[in-house]
């Protein structure tokens, strides 16, 4: 298991940017693949991007393509999202997800972030 602490949640306004960071307790293989996931009210969690531990694959759901951008820390045990041009319905609680591959990445939740876009 690893821990994982989100920060960087908050309120923007439509065309906005934000940026989150999740920090993960250890390096282990528990944390080669992390990414992140979100859920607006009333619907399920979808995922949003993912990184391999390098930093050299990443992964985008096509409705934050060209918008958002995931990326590694030097120290490798944290993951950033940087969000630009956000869109209302872009609103909900992020969740960073950690794992040993592709297949468990969600094995491992932080708390959550919420961000809320305003139109």
């Known amino acids: 298991q690893v821990q994982l602490v989100e920060s960087g949640g908050g309120s923007v306004q439509a065309g906005g940017s934000l940026r989150l960071s999740c920090a993960a307790s250890?390096?282990?293989?528990?944390?080669?693949?992390m990414g992140w996931f979100r859920q607006a009210p009333g619907k399920e969690r979808e995922f949003v991007a993912a990184?391999?531990?390098?930093?050299?694959?990443?992964n985008y759901a096509d409705s934050v393509k060209g918008r958002f951008t995931i990326s590694r820390g030097n120290a490798k045990n944290t993951v950033y999202l940087q969000m630009n041009s956000l869109k209302p319905e872009d609103t909900g609680v992020y969740y960073c997800?950690?794992?040993?591959?592709?297949?468990?990445?969600?094995?491992?939740w932080g708390q959550g972030t919420q961000v809320t876009v305003s139109s």
């Open positions: 990184i391999s531990w390098s930093g050299g694959d990443t």
């Open positions: 250890a390096r282990t293989f528990n944390s080669n693949v």
């Open positions: 997800a950690a794992g040993a591959g592709t297949a468990t990445l969600r094995n491992n």
